[in-house]
């Protein structure tokens, strides 16, 4: 996300700063590239590819573009989605590394203070965080990264063009397992400047370790050392006149080396034989020496020369006489020759360079050592060449020479590597190539190199040729060989003009990188790097365990001359070239902005000439020969595949054909580019513009589209989950039901079982097989016998049929409440209602079953009366009251005589009844005359009062008709308690009339209900018949 967001920002940085890759100018012209390169510095960004090439513009001062974060941001991604930076090309170098399994190199090139050091530097940090690593090879990281400070204060110095310039070459191997670990590092050093040792130009500074010993090493380590803390004091130190310089802490930095020397594992006898090879040489530069009489150099000040043996650990008159005194051998004697005083400094600087030069190298062995990975597995390595730059000074001499030689070896190289990939990559793609016209620096090396005729070959046989050979008669012979070279000129083989420019011991050479005049004095010896076999014999014997180390390893019984200088140099170049050409190289090309090492200071004119010289336009021509761009179809696809419907989000068939139809859709015109084999070339960059700019645009469009899409995956998924759930619980609760529902089958078929068989025993005795059953019965019975109880007495049908075991119990059960609810039925009766029914039961037990209309008449209530007493004359009244009257009646009398009807009042009393016509009571039958009482058994309302004749007053029986018979005739019998009086009688009722005479009244049926007198003279009832139910 992070690195996105970067990547954005520098894109839009783009358009405002430059152009990222100079592939992708529009003009390939000088003014063009470096204006873009301006642009870009004076907004800090330093980095600018050309390709897969960065060029580097020296910023001089500390951008904050390496921290940890910024690593992070690089780490595996592709090389052209971030802004340009050096760890892009770290990263990808590693990465394909790892996954093509090959070795690779970084060359890092550039003038002297370009920035080489500090690039390669930055590279191993980056390794150092971005590889994977175990605590093992923490330590082995560690110590990669110690080598550093150690190699650049024994190996670097100020010179006019940088205050920490690398005065040696240093090629550096990072190993590599297959995990991608770094697991252990190798360093091949290259030809370092002795001559530095013992002098240095003015406004130069020796080697940095002499400075921080001096400032930083403690007061014991100086006295041990014999020093006193003061570098003007050392004449080794002083000749530059600027010991002391502003940007250079020496007092930290030895510090750091101090740390640094611990980290690679050098132990305290080391350390200390170290430093005093270092302090040796410091007092060795103040060994001076007096001439005597005949001009001989005469050693007198021998606390110089002590320390010296001392701290070397050799014989002090032995090297008193070494550097006094060359020894010759004459067959059999060996003669002493005295050394004049400029041959006895010579010898002495002589020594002091050995020593120092030999101990750098024994130096890098043991960091070597230090970081050997002794697993014989297979690694890969990535190697990291940070060599002196090409340098031009006021007076250049021998190691000038070599170190501009060397450059131009690298420029060589570089110019194979690049022509050669380049063209390999059309072919192989099957593009067809357009050559790139270069300059070829080969005739350059040649001139320098070449055997037999080169200056190196030259110079060697000056070196080896018996005679008077001097650097001047080198000179001559130069002019000799190379008369007519383009790049060689002389004082003597030049024109007018440019004779005026050159001393007499000047020659000059037209690099690639532009012209440098050396000045030959000192070549020859330079060249030798003699020392006198005393001298070394001397060493040789050192106590100083690194001395020793270091020169007894060269062979002193050897009497062949070694190899000179230049040609171990050659070789030793040779051989890097081998090294290197054996590997892919990616190329950083370093460039200096302003000579005076200034921040925000562009030179235009120094940047256009190290554009010019380091080739870069050439390399950005080749680049873009025909083809500005070019990418992998997977990347290319993967970039900018929004771009188009058919590819995105995915292109499923081979990724050249997803490629073709993406750039059909985007409208590549057929000459706008060309398909190779794994790449599409792209042969203008405004059509990569365009397309840039398309997937600028795209790439906001699909980020809310995606932005959509996924919130709408989001719910949809938590919709999904939701339903999952829902499912699984549902599952889960069907489940438990089906287990419950089985359960419940189980005990239902159990029960059942149980059931049956005690339904099959149910009539046995109670047994453990049907006792629940029985109780079931039982119960269900009782229970269903409770809600179907009978509601009234009257109901007699309802009652349940019990089962069998409960027939008996049914029964008293049934009688029970049949009891109870007549219970409560008579307690619910009033006592009206009592009285009623008590009479209602007198009446029952006389009519019941007798009379015809008798059942129809149940229901008719009793009144108290049916006259009430004010409807009754008040004389009548007045002359039964003392009796108390009970109930009266209207009734029809018939007379005895004749039967007429006559309506009469019927008035029952205590003790008689009277038969009241108005005022008059027409007869009072006493309850004690009253004989009887007949009714016929038909519907009729006739009544036959038999009264006893023999009371004279009596007339004879009373017949007489009344609607309330059934009412009338119950009073009457309880009143005169005459229950057993009344009669009910079929056919005709007979009655005595006053003085014997007899007469009946006869019954019958008939359709009219009809009373009359009948011819028999009988009183004849028709009665209708009254339907029983
Ligand atoms: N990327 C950078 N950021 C900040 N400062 C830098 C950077 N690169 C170089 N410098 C500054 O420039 C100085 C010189 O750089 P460096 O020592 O790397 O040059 P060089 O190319 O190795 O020179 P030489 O050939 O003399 O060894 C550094 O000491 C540092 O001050
Ligand atoms: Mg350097």
Redesign the pocket.
């Given at each position: 996300m992070q690195g996105r967001l970067d990547m954005e920002g520098a894109l839009t940085a783009r358009d405002r700063v430059g152009i990222q890759d100079f592939v992708l100018l529009d003009e390939t012209t000088e003014v063009a590239v470096i204006s873009n390169l301006k642009k870009r510095f004076s907004k800090d960004l330093?980095y600018t590819y050309i390709g897969t090439l960065i060029v580097?513009v020296?910023?001089?001062?500390?951008?904050d573009i390496y921290s940890k974060k910024q690593m992070d941001v690089y780490m595996g991604v592709n090389f052209f989605e971030l802004p340009p930076h050096i760890y892009a090309l770290a990263d990808n170098a590693y990465h394909t590394m790892l996954t093509e399994f090959n070795n690779h190199f970084i060359l890092i090139s550039?003038?002297?203070?370009?920035?080489?050091?500090?690039?390669s530097k930055?590279i191993l940090q980056y390794y150092a965080v971005s590889c994977p690593s175990t605590t093992l090879m923490n330590t082995v990281r560690d110590k990669m990264l110690m080598s550093n400070p150690v190699l650049e204060a024994f190996g670097?110095a100020k010179?006019l063009?940088?205050?920490?310039?690398?005065r040696f070459g240093k090629y550096m191997d990072i190993q590599f397992d297959s995990q991608g670990d770094a697991v252990g590092g190798h360093i091949l050093n290259y030809l370092l400047e002795k001559s530095r040792v013992v002098h240095q130009n003015h406004g130069e500074r020796n080697f940095h370790i002499f400075y921080q010993l001096v400032e930083g090493g403690s007061d014991d380590l100086l006295t041990q050392l014999g020093l006193e803390r003061d570098v003007q004091h050392y004449y080794y130190l002083t000749q530059g006149e600027c010991a002391i310089v502003s940007s250079i802490n020496d007092k930290n930095d030895w510090k750091s080396v101090k740390n640094a020397l611990q980290v690679i594992e050098f132990d305290e006898t080391n350390t200390n034989h170290l430093f005093r090879v270092v302090a040796s040489v410091l007092h060795l530069g103040n060994v001076h020496f007096d001439p005597d009489s005949k001009g001989h150099a005469l050693l007198k000040n021998n606390t110089e020369l002590k320390w010296v043996s001392d701290l070397l650990g050799v014989d002090a008159n032995n090297l008193k006489e070494g550097l006094t005194f060359r020894k010759i051998e004459a067959k059999t004697e060996q003669v002493l020759s005295p050394f004049t005083i400029d041959h006895a400094i010579y010898v002495r600087d002589a020594l002091a360079k050995a020593i120092y030069g030999q101990t750098f190298t024994w130096l890098v062995n043991r960091i070597n050592e230090s970081m050997e990975n002794k697993d014989s597995s297979r690694k890969t390595v990535i190697g990291l060449l940070?060599i002196?730059?090409f340098?031009v000074f006021y007076v250049n001499s021998f190691e000038q020479f070599c170190i501009n030689y060397c450059n131009e070896k690298l420029q060589q190289l570089f110019i194979q590597l690049t022509l050669k990939a380049e063209q390999e990559e059309y072919e192989a793609e099957g593009i067809e190539w357009e050559p790139v016209q270069f300059f070829n620096n080969k005739i350059i090396c040649d001139l320098v190199e070449e055997k037999h005729r080169g200056i190196i070959s030259i110079l060697d046989e000056e070196c080896l040729r018996p005679g008077d050979a001097t650097d001047l008669t080198f000179l001559e012979r130069l002019e000799e060989k190379m008369g007519n070279h383009p790049h060689f000129v002389t004082h003597r083989l030049a024109d007018k003009m440019t004779r005026k420019t050159l001393e007499r011991g000047d020659f000059r050479l037209l690099h690639y990188a532009g012209e440098v005049t050396y000045c030959v004095v000192g070549f020859l010896d330079k060249n030798n790097d003699l020392l006198y076999r005393n001298i070394r014999n001397l060493v040789c014997q050192s106590k100083n365990m690194i001395v020793r180390d270091c020169f007894s390893a060269v062979d002193t019984t050897n009497k062949r001359r070694p190899e000179t200088v230049a040609t171990q140099f050659k070789n030793s170049l040779q051989k890097l070239t081998e090294i290197l050409m054996a590997k892919e190289a990616w190329y950083i090309r370093?460039l200096k902005s302003n000579e005076s090492?200034q921040p925000g200071q562009f030179d235009e004119a120094l940047i256009r000439h190290q554009v010019k010289y380091l080739g870069l336009m050439e390399h950005l021509r080749v680049r873009r020969a025909g083809f500005a761009y070019r990418r992998k179809y997977e990347d290319f696809l993967k970039r900018y595949k929004p771009l188009c419907p058919a590819t995105w989000p995915h292109w499923r068939g081979m990724p050249a054909d997803g490629v073709e139809v993406l750039v059909q859709h985007l409208g590549y015109l057929p000459d706008e580019y060309k398909m190779g084999r794994t790449k599409i070339f792209i042969r203008h960059p405004r059509t990569l513009y365009a397309t840039e700019d398309a997937y600028e645009k795209c790439k906001h469009d699909l980020a809310s589209k995606l932005q959509a899409k996924y919130k709408g995956y989001k719910v949809k998924g938590e919709f999904k989950k939701q339903k999952e759930a829902a499912t699984k619980i549902e599952t889960c609760w069907r489940g438990a039901q089906a287990r419950k529902e089985k359960e419940k089958r189980a005990w239902a078929v159990k029960v059942i079982k149980k059931f049956i068989k005690a339904y099959i025993n149910r009539g046995e005795a109670k047994s453990t097989d049907n006792s629940e059953y029985l109780a079931f019965v039982r119960q269900s019975y009782l229970n269903r016998l409770k809600n179907n109880l009978p509601k009234t007495v009257l109901d007699k049908t309802t009652w349940l049929t019990p089962p069998a075991v409960l027939t008996e119990a049914s029964e008293i059960l049934r009688k029970l409440h049949y009891r109870l609810m007549v219970r409560k039925y008579v307690r619910g009766i009033p006592p009206q209602k009592k009285a009623q029914l008590q009479m209602k039961v007198v009446t029952s037990a006389i009519f019941k079953g007798k009379k015809e209309n008798y059942p129809p008449s149940i229901p008719q209530s009793f009144l108290d009366t049916r006259i009430s007493e004010q409807e009754i004359n008040i004389r009548v009244l007045s002359m039964i009251r003392n009796e108390q009257i009970k109930y009266s009646v209207p009734v029809i009398k018939y007379d005895r005589n004749g039967f007429k009807p006559r309506p009469r009042q019927l008035i029952l009393t205590k003790t008689a009844a009277y038969l009241v016509e108005e005022a008059k009571i027409k007869q009072r039958v006493s309850y004690n005359s009253l004989k009887g009482i007949s009714v016929s058994n038909l519907s009729d309302g006739i009544i036959v009062i038999h009264i006893t004749c023999e009371e004279p007053k009596q007339k004879g029986d009373l017949i007489i008709q009344c609607e309330h018979l059934y009412e009338f005739l119950t009073k009457l019998s309880i009143i005169a308690n005459k229950q057993d009086a009344i009669k009910v009688v079929q056919g005709s009722i007979t009655i005595k009339i006053q003085s014997g005479k007899e007469s009946a009244v006869d019954f019958t049926t008939g359709q009219e209900p009809m009373v009359y007198k009948a011819k028999n003279g009988h009183l004849m009832v028709v009665a209708t018949r009254t339907r029983t139910r």
């Open positions: 330093i580097s020296n910023p001089y001062k500390d951008l550039g003038e002297s203070g370009a920035g080489k050091t500090e690039a930055k670097n010179t063009k940088n205050d920490n310039s690398s940070d002196y730059g340098e370093c090492k």
